[in-house]
């Protein structure tokens, strides 16, 4: 079945790091990948999405590309700021209609 | 705000009694999807379904959990006879098919407590 992996967190930079967070996925055919957000006490919100081989999606400074070959859809953002601190979610939609998550990754920026 | 709602936010209930969760989608959404989260844990797919129709649910899903949508609009969660281990976030997401880039919106959940 459909799954998404995540680099196991948490993950804690001080302010103006490069922060990077590692997803792979496994499906059948060709889904469209994303990245969500969930800020404390919010919502899980989309950040970022990409729906081909190769597309990059951005957002709020973040960016992701989606790689076939490598079959990852890595999270990366050059300057982090206090206001990123959230749990970040890879997930996978296919064409069967549902999305598949991976466990989250737990980002705190210090100042 | 015209997001997707989720009510109750929290439900404190005893073992064996059973609980049932509403969603409002966004309006015009046919699309929606009921989702467990346990700490420290993603989203996991329990159910979905395009206007009326069921169209999916999960094989992990056990027969004391049931979900409606009657008319295409609002859905509910029931869970009957309720275990500790039933304890979670239950979320809520809709989508509008048309579009069909996969993008779900989320309610903020609700909270399930087992004693």
């Known amino acids: 079945g459909d799954s998404v992996t995540q680099m196991e967190g948490p993950v804690t930079l001080s302010e103006e790091a490069f922060l990077t967070i590692n997803c792979t996925y496994t499906?059948?055919?060709?889904?469209?990948l994303f990245w969500y957000v969930q800020y404390p006490g919010e919502g899980l919100q989309l950040l970022l999405k990409a729906t081909k081989a190769d597309d990059k999606g951005s957002n709020k400074g973040f960016e992701a590309t989606y790689r076939k070959e490598t079959t990852s859809f890595h999270l990366e953002k050059g300057s982090v700021q206090v206001s990123d601190s959230a749990v970040y979610f890879c997930?996978?939609?296919?064409?069967?209609?549902?999305?598949?998550f991976g466990d989250g990754t737990t980002l705190t920026v210090k100042p | 705000d015209t997001g997707v709602s989720q009510d109750p936010r929290h439900k404190i209930t005893k073992r064996g009694q059973n609980v049932t969760f509403r969603c409002d989608p966004i309006s015009e959404h046919n699309r929606l999807y009921w989702y467990r989260q346990t700490l420290g844990q993603g989203p996991e797919f329990l159910t979905y379904f395009q206007n009326e129709a069921q169209l999916e649910k999960s094989r992990l899903l056990s027969d004391r959990f049931s979900a409606e949508r009657p008319k295409g609009s609002f859905s509910t969660l029931e869970i009957q006879r309720t275990e500790q281990g039933d304890s979670a976030m239950y979320l809520c997401?809709?989508?509008?098919?048309?579009?069909?880039?996969?993008?779900?919106?989320f309610g903020e959940g609700s909270r399930l407590t087992v004693l």
């Open positions: 499906a059948t055919g060709y889904p469209s």
């Open positions: 997930a996978l939609h296919t064409n069967a209609g549902k999305s598949t």
């Open positions: 997401a809709s989508s509008f098919s048309q579009v069909n880039t996969g993008e779900l919106f």
